[in-house]
């Protein structure tokens, strides 16, 4: 069973912008902390953004205010806009979620994530 959908990667060229999406159902997406990881070939997979529908989002450092979360309620739906994006941007992006409690330390350890989709990828060229 697919809880998380991703849709909306593709090819752009350095400079470019794209926007991700993850659809979830209504428990998900009013329960649950959510994130954006990414995994590049031959490296591990890190994390690029973790929120809840209400509250601030925390932001990995690489992202240095280029890419920004919105969430719409209607469709159960979270996006990601990713804007000057880089070669280094290359790589799978996934949508995660979890029940789980956090501490602030840990929105970007992706142990403890345990609903992930499928991903979408997204290549940057120079």
């Known amino acids: 069973q697919v809880q998380l959908m991703e849709s909306g990667g593709g090819s752009v060229p350095a400079g470019g912008s794209l926007r991700l999406s993850c659809s979830m159902s209504l428990r998900i997406f009013s329960n649950y902390r959510l994130a954006w990881f990414r995994q590049a070939a031959g490296k591990e997979r890190e994390g690029v953004v973790s929120f809840r529908v209400v509250g601030d989002p925390t932001y990995a450092g690489f992202v240095k205010g280029r890419f920004t979360i919105s969430k719409d309620s209607d469709k159960n739906t979270v996006y990601l806009q990713m804007d000057n994006l880089e070669p280094e941007d290359t790589a799978t992006y996934y949508c995660?979620?979890?029940?789980?409690?956090?501490?602030?330390?840990?929105?970007?350890?992706?142990?403890?994530?345990?609903?992930w989709g499928q991903g979408t990828q997204v290549t940057v060229s120079s």
């Open positions: 995660a979620a979890s029940a789980a409690p956090f501490s602030v330390f840990q929105f970007l350890d992706r142990t403890l994530y345990d609903v």
